[in-house]
């Protein structure tokens, strides 16, 4: 692209991301941590505030004028951030316009908007990511503005590795999204990631209109994420072998340096096959199709054959890990424990055929209801069990229905009496690597939550925790590239690396705060508290990386918010 159109749609792509900013650090600005998009007129607003010795705040509107008035109350010392945190409350104010909150004379916040579609550019935006990771194709300018790209990865006639129990032959295995910053695609990741926002279409199956993200397949009468969805899961397909089992992975044997998908030139190969990758994919194709079964039929069973022949194979190989062979270095997604891989898969194969055979599985094989933190692609995928029956709970007998309902109210009770004692109003503070993700796949199960009682509270909770990834946390940034007055500029992603373009590609979630910073040989961390411990520089990968299983919760929590506000 010539350098001035560059520069102008750069320019124009900014502000069509964001109408009222521009990124600043301003430090007055920084001691205001608050969604720095804004607020739905009938949701809970809230922010934080640290260094302040004030009792009280202002929302200005455009013009400088005061238009509320409210008390900052004193929540005491966050240990994870090392801060003295006030909260203020505006909920009472519901009128649509851009405002700031103002504190004595000094402190003024981003501003931000009241308004009925607030998350809406940011939930487009989140979906147009995974458009933006396809492999094997082109983004044209049409669709991608400045990020427009050739094509990277055909990933035909891949090799396989001695690690999928073949000597020769290779594999045609075109197509899905690249899993992060590096060009890997994996098979566990792709399933969750696939999974969660299917779940959406499943609760919500208009939640993305057909046009809505201009995609290539925009137009074609089929809703924008259902269509960006199959990108994946048709890839996906062609990772299951003959026998039914589902290889691991498709990466090379080491991350490639920081250059775009048509300059890759290391040899990529077909890798692992195991326990978890097979019910993973098992999962995930049942899921499908069952949502898709009325709009394609015929999709809808070849993945239900390809689903319930992946299942035969996984209770032959119950009990198959995946390990990294030493000649590969790529991301492991290493699991070695697959009760919660047969409880999604049973859980989805029985509401897909009604075959009593994945019913009796449930039954006599609980799962602990609980959020386990850390890795979703290893410790999320019971919850997505627990969504999929949650969301047809007609299909289940009722004592069995009444138990799992009450058990998902529990603990999404837990998650908002825990809100209450941070005092940052979220429900976390411990952070490991992702822990964005944390904060969303939380936020989710208070969506379903809400679907199950209609109760205000748990979607209040919901906002709460996306709050603190559009801005209302304790390093200030919005978590979501291209999105908020103090961005990302410098995500852990390849193409945003090589692309000679400043701003990076937009609409992606990167990982976030990680105390164990395993990338402190490269990146020099300016605070050890858990909540600060995250660099917007482009060396840090255990912080600033963006994935697949990060932005998935992103879209399922704002596409919900969106429909229910
Ligand atoms: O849970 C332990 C904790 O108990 C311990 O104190 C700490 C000490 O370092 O380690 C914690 O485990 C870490 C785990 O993440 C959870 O935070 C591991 O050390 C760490 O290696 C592991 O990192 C994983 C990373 O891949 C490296 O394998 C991330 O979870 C995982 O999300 C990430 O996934 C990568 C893919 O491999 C490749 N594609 C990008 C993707 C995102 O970064
Ligand atoms: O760039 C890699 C990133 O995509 C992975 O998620 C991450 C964890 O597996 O690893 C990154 O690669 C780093 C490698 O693990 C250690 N040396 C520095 C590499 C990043 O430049």
Same mark, same amino acid.
């Given at each position: ?75 005491? *010392? ?115 990631? &696939? ?13 993305? &209109? ?135 898969? &049973? ?127 304790? *390093? ?90």
């Amino acid at each position: 692209m010539k350098p001035l159109m560059m520069i102008i749609s750069v320019f124009l792509l900014f502000f069509s991301c964001n109408s009222s900013q521009t990124p600043s650090t301003d430090p007055a600005t920084d001691h205001i941590r608050i969604n720095q998009l804004g607020f739905y007129p009938d949701a809970v607003k809230e922010f934080v505030v640290t260094g302040t010795g004030a009792s009280s705040f202002r929302i200005l509107d455009e013009n400088g004028k005061s238009r509320y008035r409210g008390k900052l109350v004193d929540r005491g *010392t966050w240990e994870a951030s090392g801060e003295q945190v006030l909260t203020g409350d505006f909920t009472g104010f519901r009128t649509p316009g851009t405002y700031s909150v103002r504190i004595g004379k000094e402190m003024v916040s981003p501003s931000f908007e009241i308004r009925d579609d607030v998350h809406r550019a940011a939930l487009d935006a989140s979906i147009k990511s995974f458009y933006f990771q396809r492999a094997s194709m082109e983004v044209e300018e049409q669709y991608g503005g400045v990020y427009a790209r050739a094509a990277g990865h055909p990933d035909l006639g891949c090799p396989y590795h001695p690690s999928t129990g073949k000597q020769r032959g290779t594999l045609d295995s075109p197509g899905g999204w690249y899993d992060a910053g590096d060009y890997g695609k994996y098979v566990v990741n792709a399933a969750i990631s &696939a999974g969660q926002m299917l779940h959406l279409l499943e609760l919500y199956p208009d939640a993305v &209109a057909d046009g809505q993200l201009n995609i290539p397949e925009s137009g074609n009468g089929s809703g924008d994420l259902l269509d960006e969805i199959r990108y994946e899961l048709d890839w996906l397909l062609t990772m299951q072998d003959s026998d039914g089992g589902v290889f691991h992975k498709l990466t090379a044997r080491n991350f490639s340096g920081f250059i775009m998908p048509e300059a890759y030139d290391l040899e990529r190969m077909v890798i692992g096959k195991g326990t978890a990758a097979t019910l993973n994919f098992a999962a995930v194709m049942a899921q499908a199709s069952r949502i898709v079964k009325e709009q394609d039929p015929a999709w809808a069973i070849d993945m239900l054959a390809r689903a319930e022949k992946a299942w035969d194979w996984a209770v032959e190989h119950d009990e198959v890990p995946y390990r990294n062979p030493p000649d590969v270095r790529t991301g492991e997604y290493g699991d070695n424990l697959f009760s919660d891989d047969f409880y999604w898969a &049973a859980a989805e194969l029985y509401l897909t055929t009604g075959n009593n055979r994945y019913f009796k599985y449930l039954l006599e094989n609980e799962e602990p209801y609980v959020h386990q933190l850390t890795n979703s692609w290893k410790f999320f995928i019971r919850n997505m069990g627990f969504h999929s029956l949650l969301a047809n709970r007609k299909m289940l007998e009722s004592s069995f229905r009444g138990e799992l309902t009450r058990k998902h109210m529990k603990l999404a009770g837990e998650i908002l009496a825990r809100m209450d004692s941070i005092p940052y109003h979220v429900g976390i503070d411990y952070f490991e690597w992702g822990s964005n993700s944390d904060l969303l796949n939380q936020a989710m199960i208070l969506c379903i939550a809400h679907h199950l009682s209609g109760d205000r509270q748990y979607l209040d909770g919901a906002v709460r925790d996306l709050d603190y990834i559009l801005g209302k946390n304790a *390093t200030g940034y919005c978590f979501l590239t291209g999105f908020g007055a103090k961005q990302v500029m410098n995500p852990h992603h390849r193409p945003s690396g090589a692309d000679g373009i400043e701003a990076p590609v937009p609409g992606f979630i990167v990982g976030g705060p990680n105390k164990d910073k395993q990338d402190r040989a490269e990146v020099e961390y300016g605070s050890d508290f858990p909540a600060k411990s995250f660099e917007d520089v482009e060396a840090s990968y255990a912080s600033n990386e963006v994935c697949l299983n990060w932005n998935a919760p992103a879209v399922f929590v704002m596409g919900y918010l969106e429909q229910a506000y």
